[in-house]
């Protein structure tokens, strides 16, 4: 069985990564110092699959410890999806951002090369493009002209590794831009944890869901869109931690750098999801039209056509089950992993 590292594999995508690894014959390695997540879901892990992925908490700069991790589990792939991830968070503390997201990176690499690991699997986003670009995003559409901290590491992120992938020609590299991530385990134990008030849609509307928000704010229902309010492109976590299965298969056997992005090629408004889960759990949602929210582009949506035809994926879920599964985990867990 091959050992796969998911640093920040006790996170919303790292642990969903884990089951898919599991349950494709793959066993999972996670360190995760728990900045943003707790232990158990990697107990829940073992509860949904029957394995227990080995788990160290640590944080990622820590080279040593990352040196002692190579040693004891013979590491065939690396998935690095360990960061700080709120894009606000990152405008208001950005040496914060760029200390544990490169540093991060970094301390891997350099520990990959002591043990001669040399795939390597990257959580990045669909940020890094440039807000210019016309719809849909495509791998070769412009990067760059990042607007917060956050956006610019997995900008420069993507540079590190392409440069460390130059200069170790035997590397192989895959970026994997993410979408919009939504949706939860079919079992509701496993799911999106976030602290304190969500800035994310889904996980604030399930907040609305179980009476713990009043109502939803719509950040702005004047953008030249049909309904006026943005588009994204929302992608069902499982079919997201599919693509990491497919991207492992890819990795191992090519040598390079390739990107792909992973989401479903469709977009859907706010308006869209609000009447998608109300439809979807038979579930009223009050909301309200608020001020444009700094920042926020009009619509985002990529194509898949590159990981359809190179990985053989192909997002498979649907709106109504994004919807209703992020309701089932919220529902049995309306306090996240805590009691
Ligand atoms: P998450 O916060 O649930 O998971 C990230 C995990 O990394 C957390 O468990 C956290 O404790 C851990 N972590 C952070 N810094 C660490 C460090 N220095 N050492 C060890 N562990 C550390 O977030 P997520 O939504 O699961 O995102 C996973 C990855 O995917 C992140 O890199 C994120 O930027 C990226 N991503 C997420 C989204 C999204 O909307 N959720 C979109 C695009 C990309
Ligand atoms: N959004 C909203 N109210 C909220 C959170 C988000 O109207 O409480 C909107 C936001 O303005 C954006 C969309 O929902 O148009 C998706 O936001 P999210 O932060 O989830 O993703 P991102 O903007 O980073 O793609």
């Not at 979408?179 to 496993?190: R, T, W």
């Not at 009043?214 to 309010?229: A, Q, R, S, V």
Request: glycine residues 8%.
């Amino acid at each position: 069985m091959q050992n796969i590292l998911l640093t920040g594999g006790a996170g919303y995508i790292g642990s969903h990564i884990a089951v898919e690894l599991i349950n494709a014959g793959y066993f999972p390695v996670i360190i995760d110092n728990l900045a943003n997540s707790s232990e158990k879901s990697v107990e829940r892990v073992g509860k949904i699959t029957g394995v227990t992925p080995k788990f160290y908490r640590g944080d990622c700069r820590d080279e040593k410890l990352l040196d002692k991790i190579f040693v004891e589990a013979q590491i065939s792939c690396v998935i690095h999806l360990a960061g700080l991830k709120a894009v606000g968070e990152s405008v208001e503390k950005p040496l914060e951002y760029y200390d544990n997201n490169l540093n991060a990176t970094i301390a891997l690499c350099r520990s990959m090369k002591k043990a001669g690991v040399k795939n390597f699997i990257f959580s990045s986003s669909a940020t890094v493009y440039n807000s210019k670009n016309p719809m849909p995003l495509s791998e070769d559409s412009v990067t760059g002209g990042c607007t917060n901290p956050y956006g610019w590491t997995k900008y420069m992120i993507e540079q590190i590794l392409s440069g460390v992938q130059k200069a170790n020609p035997d590397w192989s590299v895959t970026l994997l831009r993410y979408f919009n991530p939504v949706g939860a385990h079919k079992s509701g134990l496993i799911g999106e944890n976030p602290r304190g008030i969500p800035n994310n849609l889904m996980p604030f509307i399930t907040q609305v869901a179980t009476g713990k928000r009043e109502k939803l704010n719509i950040f702005g229902n004047d953008y030249p869109t049909k309904d006026g309010t943005c588009i994204r492109d929302y992608i069902h976590v499982l079919d997201l931690a599919k693509g990491h299965v497919k991207a492992i298969e890819y990795t191992l056997n090519h040598n390079g750098v390739e990107v792909f992005n992973l989401g479903t090629g469709q977009g859907y408004s706010v308006l869209d999801m609000v009447e998608a889960f109300q439809k979807a759990n038979n579930i009223k949602l009050p909301y309200t039209f608020a001020p444009r929210r700094a920042g926020d582009l009009t619509e985002c949506y990529s194509t898949p056509a590159k990981a359809n035809k190179i990985l053989g994926w192909k997002a498979e879920e649907t709106l109504e089950t994004m919807c209703a599964d992020s309701w089932n985990w919220q529902r049995q867990n309306p306090n996240g992993y805590e009691e």
